[in-house]
């Protein structure tokens, strides 16, 4: 019964060990446009838009996974075609003292609702925390930059996505029409 909730589940499903995947339903292999055989025992990073993106996300997830197991967040993800997308993924690891290890991830497709335009590595990291409600001041710290700089970055995704004001640029950003 298991595996026909697995292959048949609505949302694209992995069992991943250590960021590999090794096993995914259809649903998952359709959303990223690949067959479920092309991704068996591939790493995760192939499914970012960049290798920094992926040592990143790994390094937040970790931070927030050990102990308690779960994590979830939304972010840009890449297809076969290249093409980028927005993503909300959420996982919830077997072994919460070493998350990687072995954990179950479930990955919904947002594009419909989430515009994905052309931004930057920076930019996306801004996008997503302004989207978690995250001051100019806390992205710098989160980020490492400087307050000045992570203000820099919200006024060219103010400019990208032809917004007003943060507010505007939010309700872009998480596909809320205006």
């Known amino acids: 019964m298991a595996d026909i909730a697995f292959e048949n589940a609505p949302v694209g499903l992995i069992y991943s060990e250590d960021r590999i995947i090794r096993r995914c339903n259809p649903s998952f292999a359709e959303m990223f446009g690949y067959h479920p055989d092309e991704l068996h ?25 050990v102990g308690g197991g779960r994590y979830a967040d939304e972010r840009i993800m890449r297809r076969a075609s290249g093409e980028l997308f927005w993503c909300r993924v959420r ?13 179950v991830w479930t990955f919904s497709d947002l594009s419909e609702v989430r515009p994905s335009t052309g931004l930057t590595l920076r ?56």
Do not use: C, W
């Open 41 to 65: 025992n591939t790493s995760l990073s192939r499914l970012y838009p960049s290798v920094a993106e992926f040592d990143h996300i790994g390094r937040v997830g970790l931070r927030k996974m």
């Open 91 to 103: 996982g919830q690891s077997l072994t919460p003292d070493t998350p990687f290890n072995k954990a």
């Open 123 to 178: 930019e996306r990291q801004v996008a997503k925390l302004m989207i978690g409600g995250v001051t100019t001041k806390e992205i710098a710290h989160e980020l490492g930059i400087s307050p000045r700089t992570a203000e820099v970055h919200r006024a060219r995704l103010l400019k990208k996505m032809d917004a007003k004001n943060g507010l505007e640029l939010v309700a872009r950003l998480v596909g809320i029409p205006l």
